[in-house]
């Protein structure tokens, strides 16, 4: 986007002004095979820094897929427990990179850790996060639920309701939900809208159905989205469609 298109953007009035945005692990990879693509987590932090400095408070959830995902552990024969502590320690990992490259664009944030480890991130206090919020900064949700046996998706919705944001974005490789999986099938149809009940019973990999029906119980829209597509986070937040919305209608 040009300056002058970027001013006049910026001009338009917030749909959004509390937002919490939930990123995959594997979102950070790009084409690697684990670990970080620079280019893609550069793009990301852009986005997340063009949107707070509109003014919108801004949560971040961060999966740990790209790093260790709790599921590939299981099967190999460790124990559950253990391997989603080690995801959360991946998430950590994750939110940490992120941090820095929010930094390093000139912008206050906050790493907090639903497991405690003092010295690289803040303990989960839901207050502290809401005060950290209310003064800019870009709080780092980390280690999801700090429980096993819940995923980031289900943290990135729980936080949300913690924080009382208005929308929960859901980034992901394609541009919305689908009736099945459009990297795979030719005849996937593209769903704009979908009810919270309607994705639970054809499930559809829109987010698990713990954070759908977390969402469903507490009228949180989930918007769905490509991440690699730049500028559609400030799209969304500016109240223009975007992606697949999942709501009650």
């Known amino acids: 986007m040009q300056a002058d ?4 953007a910026s001009d338009k009035p917030l749909r959004y002004r509390r937002v919490m945005l939930k990123l995959s692990g594997e979102a950070l990879m790009g084409n690697r095979e ?17 949107v707070s400095q509109m003014g919108v408070e801004l949560g971040v959830v961060i999966g740990g897929g790209n790093i260790f995902r709790g599921a590939a552990g299981i ?22 990179a992120i941090q820095d490259a ?22 989960l206090i839901r207050r502290r996060a809401l005060r ?19 995923t980031t998706d289900s943290a990135a919705a729980l936080r949300a309701m913690e ?40 499930g559809l990999q829109v987010m698990d159905a713990t954070a759908i029906s ?5 009228k949180l829209p989930i918007v769905v989205f490509d991440v690699k597509q730049s500028g559609n986070i400030r799209r969304i937040v500016l109240g223009e469609s975007v992606g697949s919305v999942v709501s009650a209608e």
């Open 5 to 8: 298109d970027a001013a006049r």
């Open 34 to 50: 684990f670990g970080y693509d620079p280019d893609v987590v550069s793009a990301i932090s852009d986005e997340i820094a063009a």
């Open 75 to 96: 099967r190999t024969g460790m124990d559950r427990v253990t391997a989603d502590h080690m995801g959360m320690l991946a998430t950590v990992m994750n939110a940490l």
């Open 102 to 123: 929010l930094e390093r664009r000139d912008l206050t944030t906050r790493v907090l850790s639903a497991l405690e480890i003092r010295e690289v991130a803040e303990p």
């Open 132 to 150: 950290h919020m209310e003064k800019g900064r870009v709080v780092l949700f980390a280690a999801g639920t700090g429980n096993p046996y819940f």
């Open 163 to 202: 924080i009382k944001a208005e929308v929960l974005l859901k980034a992901t490789k394609v541009d919305g939900v689908y009736t099945k999986d459009p990297m795979k099938h030719d005849d996937a149809e593209f769903l704009p809208k979908i009810s919270y009940l309607k994705a639970l019973e054809l």
């Open 214 to 218: 977390l969402c469903m119980d507490n």
